[in-house]
């Protein structure tokens, strides 16, 4: 009778994994976009994503603990996570009463609304950005042109992205190796996608992601450019420019990728990533907006619980 046997609830094998490792975990791999961004766009990046940090910190704290009456979690670092990826999505000469009303929706409205971390149905961070980008078009539409750690912040010099140009036909596209290394004008963390790719890289070697919703998303938004391209190479420009230009790296790694508002199987998550693709492609060559990857994610966040609901996971033991 010495060797009792303990009943308890699941999971009875545990993998180590925690909200906290995670959540720190994917803020790691985000360091080399945000040492680029701060390369590029100096004092404005640190003000914006700074300011995008603490505002969402607080408005976490306060809101569970004088609304939700419930124990602040904040050092959880889902908070931290969401004023980064909020701050990535935004110009770098965005003043800060536009950035704390984007924090105030990305938290209370696309997180806090729906019970918290866990219940949420869209990513916050994109929700906030496509609330300011709605509210406030011409800033949110206003680019800094790259330097070396410039000092300045409001009255940086601005330019149009690479996407822009594309939707207006006019000016002369920045070159591969500029896009890959971040010389151009855009959201501060979305510039680089080398930057992105090695983060990318460390969230797959730590198990932090699977591949399936990144390739999905780029593979698809590729093909569907290429396709176009080869029909009217005048009219279209080329796979890679849809590659290197805007928020695809940075939405399809680590916003596409939120485990709260993606897909439960490996195979819905081909499905959806698939979904982002295809819309981002449709609206980038169609539609009146040059960049379509926040909306994407935010349609196909809204159609998570029927692919979840489609393609469900196997149950233990299930052949």
Request: glycine share 12%.
């Amino acid at each position: 009778m010495e060797n009792k046997l303990i009943i308890s609830p699941s999971p009875h094998i545990h993998s180590g994994d925690s909200i906290n490792k995670n959540m720190y975990g994917v803020l790691i791999a985000l360091i080399p976009a945000f040492l680029v961004s701060v390369y590029y766009f100096g004092l404005g990046a640190l003000i914006v994503t700074v300011v995008s940090v603490l505002s969402c910190v607080l408005f976490e704290y306060l809101i569970q603990r004088f609304l939700l009456k419930t124990a602040p979690s904040v050092g959880d670092g889902s908070a931290v996570l969401t004023g980064v990826l909020l701050a990535f999505n935004l110009p770098s000469n965005l003043p800060v009463w536009i950035i704390v009303i984007g924090a105030l929706v990305a938290i209370g409205i696309g997180k806090m609304s729906f019970g918290g971390l866990g219940n949420n149905i869209f990513n916050p961070a994109l929700v906030g950005r496509v609330f300011l980008l709605i509210s406030f078009p011409a800033p949110m539409t206003t680019w800094p042109l790259p330097g070396r750690l410039p000092l300045t912040y409001v009255d940086a010099a601005t330019g149009a992205t690479s996407l822009s140009l594309l939707n207006e036909g006019t000016g002369h596209l920045p070159s591969c190796v500029d896009m890959l290394l971040g010389n151009m004008g855009g959201s501060l963390g979305e510039v680089s996608a080398l930057a992105l790719l090695l983060g990318f890289a460390y969230l797959l070697i730590r198990k932090i992601i699977t591949w399936h919703i990144p390739v999905a998303v780029v593979g698809t938004l590729v093909a569907s450019t290429g396709l176009m391209h080869l029909i009217d190479p005048l009219s279209y420009a080329g796979p890679l420019i849809h590659l290197l230009s805007g928020g695809l790296l940075l939405g399809a790694v680590f916003m596409a990728t939120d485990y709260v508002t993606s897909p439960m199987s490996r195979t819905g998550m081909l499905v959806y990533g698939v979904g982002i693709g295809l819309l981002t492609a449709v609206i980038r060559l169609f539609g009146s907006y040059p960049e379509g990857v926040s909306f994407a994610i935010l349609i196909m966040n809204a159609l998570t619980p029927l692919i979840n609901n489609y393609f469900k996971p196997k149950h233990f033991g299930e052949k």
